[in-house]
């Protein structure tokens, strides 16, 4: 399986990617390669994280079509939407990405990620939403694989906070799915 | 990086990058002291262990630039410490002088070189291969070196560690030939229980303290240790010396000193050459690959393989010495040797040098900035199969 997140940078659009790749790697019993483009900029530059996940060993470590995409900015969403495979899953950051209609069979689902994270405090957290969102409809990793993948991600006192946000965005994507359905 | 250790070994599964797969290789290494100057790609490599080292016993210096940090890890060495220092490209040219001084007092250590695109300053955030040959020769005069080029972050672990033995081993200067792709990419590592780790020992020098001579070599041709300020004479120097370190400037000196600096690793080639195989037996093209270039190749040998072409995979581990054997064995039963690489023909020559007219060899170069297309790397196996 073959998965694109990205956004902008300071948006831990990288850990998005980290994350999920350890919950399958350490967890979830896959071969799971991370790897990423950035430019010189930290922070505000168009940043992605290319997340290859697979019950056999990963020779080739990029990606070719992606089977999912996460797009958290309208920069990263026009850029990267037209690669994405036709019956592809999309996931966007409802407030910061205006989609165009959906192309193809793709199954298009929006979460206000970071409104969500700034309720919840700081909108630093709207990745860990994210995170719940993409495993609650990709199913990429099971939740208790995330979950135990999370610990050693994140400085331990936002350890709970983060969690909190991953719960919030797992129950949303429950529920979009659903209402899919 | 947030899981801490009980010892100094993170034994157990985990998803580290390339960059800090190496850190961890050297702390398993014993590796207890670097010396270094921050530069992408690599900075990720001392960014660990700086953080890392006071926790177990180690020192990293931030040197004033990269010629103080190769010379600190000289003499981290003699002071008997396992030393290393991290770097890329630019980096990389201004430690060449040093490099030289390390083969030439036969000083045990590893530079570890995160490739990225050149030259001068070029790519810094992007990749490339592009230091190949001046790993082997970019220091002057006449010598050998040992290079490896890891092609997973795990490598980056296990590597890192056969680096330091093998500088131990043949005390020279390994050089760690890495890339930004490698170095940024992030899978399962395993780290072993620290006592199941193979760590070679320092040669040190068990004989009687007054018939000590720095530089009298074992039979395999390398000379014992001693830690310096141990209560031994001891004398070093850059300059063509003898068997006591002294130096004797003459052509007959010079002839039993840089021989046995070169011989030490030619002769050995076969205990130090390490590639991976597959499917080389009656294939019509070999690919010929290392580092990045080598998992980026892989797709372009599935997609031959589809088409029903006889394609084997030659995996260089140890790019210096170059394994010149395997290649002439190979240029004698395969019709075209392929070399995929992020340079304009760097190991590509020396492919071409061992293939010795015997069979093809195709070069697919890359300026550096990405891998390749693998449907470039198909389109050379396709014709190299005609």
New interface residues.
């Given amino acids: 399986m073959e998965i694109k997140v990205s956004g902008f940078g300071g948006q831990g659009i990288i850990r998005i990617g980290?994350i999920l790749?350890?919950a399958a790697?350490?967890n979830d019993n896959k071969?799971?390669?991370?790897?990423?483009s950035?430019?010189?900029e930290a922070r505000g530059g168009a940043c992605s994280a290319q997340l290859v996940v697979s019950d056999a060993e990963?020779?080739?470590?990029?990606l070719t079509v992606p089977d999912i995409l996460i797009a958290m900015s309208q920069e990263a969403y026009e850029k990267f939407e037209p690669e994405l495979k036709e019956d592809g899953i999309l996931l966007i950051e409802e407030d910061l990405v205006k989609p165009h209609p959906v192309r193809g069979h793709i199954r298009q689902y929006a979460i206000a990620a970071t409104r969500i994270a700034e309720k919840l405090g700081n909108r630093l957290y709207a990745n860990f939403v994210m995170i719940g969102f993409i495993v609650a409809i990709t199913k990429v990793v099971p939740k208790q694989a995330l979950l135990d993948?999370v610990?050693?991600?994140v400085?331990?006192r936002l350890l709970q906070k983060n969690i909190d946000a991953l719960e919030q965005g797992f129950v949303l994507g429950e529920q979009k799915l659903a209402e899919a359905k | 990086m947030?899981?801490r250790p009980r010892g100094p070994v993170l034994t157990g599964?985990?998803?580290l990058?390339g960059d800090h797969a190496c850190a961890e290789g050297a702390i398993a290494a014993g590796c207890r002291f670097i010396a270094g100057y921050p530069i992408t790609p690599s900075t990720e490599v001392a960014e660990r262990l700086a953080e890392r080292f006071p926790r177990i016993g180690g020192t990293f210096i931030q040197m004033e630039d990269e010629l103080a940090s190769i010379a600190a890890v000289l003499g981290a060495a003699w002071g008997g410490a396992r030393a290393m220092t991290v770097t890329s490209g630019p980096g990389f040219s201004l430690m060449m002088e040093n490099i030289g001084l390390g083969v030439m007092t036969e000083t045990p250590c590893v530079v570890v070189n995160v490739q990225r695109g050149g030259p001068s300053t070029g790519l810094?955030?992007l990749t490339g291969q592009q230091d190949m040959m001046q790993a082997r020769w970019g220091s002057h005069g006449d010598y050998e070196i040992i290079a490896l080029s890891p092609s997973s972050p795990q490598e980056c672990f296990d590597l890192t560690v056969t680096c330091f033995n093998l500088s131990e081993k043949y005390r020279v200067p390994v050089m760690f030939m890495m890339d930004e792709?490698v170095g940024?990419?992030?899978?399962?590592v395993v780290i072993p229980e620290a006592d199941t780790i193979d760590v070679w020992p320092r040669r040190w020098y068990r004989g009687p303290r007054d018939k000590y001579l720095p530089y009298a070599p074992d039979k395999d041709g390398v000379p014992p240790m001693i830690r310096a300020g141990d209560d031994h004479r001891v004398h070093i120097t850059g300059l063509t010396h003898d068997a006591r370190g002294y130096p004797i400037i003459n052509a007959e000196c010079q002839q039993i000193c840089v021989s046995r600096l070169t011989d030490k690793i030619r002769d050995n080639a076969d205990d130090l050459v390490m590639v991976k195989e597959e499917q080389l037996r009656g294939a019509d093209v070999v690919v010929v690959a290392y580092g990045i270039s080598a998992?980026?190749a892989?797709?372009a040998i599935?997609d031959a393989r589809k088409k029903g072409i006889k394609v084997g995979f030659l995996r260089l581990i140890t790019v210096w010495p170059f394994p010149e054997k395997k290649i002439r064995d190979l240029a004698g039963k395969v019709g075209c040797l392929v070399m995929p690489e992020i340079n304009l023909g760097q190991m590509y020559r020396e492919v071409e040098r061992a293939a010795a007219g015997k069979c093809r060899t195709m070069l697919v170069p890359h300026c550096g900035g990405w891998?390749h297309d693998?449907e470039d790397i198909l389109k050379a196996i396709i014709e190299g199969a005609k």
């Fill in positions: 980290m790749g350890k790697a350490l071969s799971a390669t991370l790897t990423q950035f430019g010189p990963i020779l080739y470590p990029y993948a610990p050693g991600t400085p331990d | 947030n899981q599964a985990h998803y990058d810094p955030t792709c940024h990419m992030t899978e399962k998992r980026v892989t797709k599935t891998v693998p």
